[in-house]
């Protein structure tokens, strides 16, 4: 089963290049994690970075592939006193902070496996995307949260041809037990219609939205606590 390493990190402002570099050029995390247990351990997938006006500056969050949890306890060990310690201490003092959580897909997310063989582990030149993560805290049984996002939010998006609508769930998340605060589950959803992003941020949504038996009005009886995060893949980001 493959496991996500989901890292945020408090990057300071004059060594950002730098950082980036460091997950980037020969060397960095993305070429580390592709000669890992014999090339078939772990893949980064995503960097991005959190949108300059949108949240905190300076912040990334990189996504990680792992083949299993065997594989996680080898890659703790080895940043804790192995191969990977130099690097470690190194990225260490070009950020603030790191905070980790390691994040299972829920039973319906549309990502579940990764092929870490079909990965690219060099740097891919593309546009950049941009992607909203929303993270929950419910106040119903966690289950019963992920499964109205699978049964009634998951469903709305998906009605919509690809590309047409605001938004495109490409994972879905929930922290592995003992690794993270619970409940909480995450959305991973691209962006793809950058007029209806504008118009989200600028308008009321309208009270028909928010009626009873709308997703909005459903949605309240689940949580009322969450977080969005605008984040901006980079121009080398393996996926994107």
């Known amino acids: 089963m493959t496991l996500f390493l989901h890292e945020v990190h408090e990057v300071r402002g004059a060594g950002e290049d730098d950082f980036e570099a460091a997950y980037r050029d020969p060397g960095g995390w993305m070429e580390l994690m592709a000669g890992l247990e014999g090339g078939n351990g ?4 995503w960097y991005a970075n959190h949108a300059h006006g949108s949240g905190p500056s300076y912040h990334v969050v990189t996504i990680t592939a792992l083949a299993d949890g065997a594989t996680w306890e080898r890659l703790a ?7 990977l310690a130099a690097w470690a201490e190194r990225v260490d003092r070009l950020r603030h902070d790191v905070t980790a959580k390691l994040l299972l897909p829920v039973h319906w997310s549309p990502l579940q496996e990764v092929d870490l063989g079909a990965v690219p582990v060099t740097p891919q030149d593309h546009a950049l995307s941009l992607f909203m993560e929303d993270t929950g805290w419910p106040d119903a049984p966690l289950d019963d949260y992920i499964d109205f996002w699978g049964d009634v939010y998951y469903p709305l998006l998906a009605r919509q041809p690809v590309g047409t609508g605001l938004l495109e769930i490409q994972a879905c998340f929930q922290p592995a037990h003992g690794t993270h605060r619970r409940p909480e589950a995450i959305l991973f959803q691209k962006i793809h219609r950058y007029d209806r992003l ?43």
């Open 77 to 83: 060990r080895s940043v804790q006193r192995g191969d």
């Open 198 to 240: 504008l118009e989200l941020l600028t308008t009321e949504t309208p009270p028909e939205r928010r009626a009873a038996g709308t997703y909005m009005a459903e949605a309240l009886t689940f949580r009322d606590q969450w977080e969005s995060r605008l984040l901006r893949t980079s121009s080398w980001s393996p996926w994107f």
């Open 42 to 45: 772990a893949r980064l997938l």
